[in-house]
């Protein structure tokens, strides 16, 4: 099992910026890529980065050149760093770790609201 812990959300301005944290602990070295999703209100869960531990990074199309995924093993943490925030961005962002042959573990989310 692996526990996720995530931090950093809240209210921002657009073209502001925020930084989430998602720390893990448990079966750390079943960890084979983690990332962050996010949903708004009434709309379906979506990617919006992932990492692998090879440090090979993917992002969605909406978030590329603003927002930047990084982790530090030492820490068992990743982050995202969010520039240039959209009122668009507003939703909860979830982190999520997916694991070798047992599937996903996911934290409880953070409120991300960008005012316009």
């Known amino acids: 099992q692996v526990q996720l812990v995530e931090s950093g959300g809240g209210l921002v301005q657009a073209g502001g910026s925020l930084r989430l944290s998602c720390a893990a602990s448990?079966?750390?070295?079943?960890?084979?890529?983690m990332g962050w999703y996010r949903q708004a209100p009434g709309k379906q869960r979506e990617l919006v980065a992932t990492i692998t531990t090879g440090v090979y990074t993917n992002y969605a199309d909406s978030v590329k050149g603003r927002f930047t995924i990084s982790r530090d093993n030492a820490k068992n943490t990743v982050y995202l760093q969010m520039n240039s925030l959209k009122p668009e961005d507003t939703a909860v962002y979830v982190c999520n770790a997916n694991l070798w042959g047992l599937g996903d573990s996911w934290g409880q989310g953070t409120q991300v609201t960008v005012s316009s």
């Open positions: 448990g079966s750390i070295f079943s960890i084979r890529a």
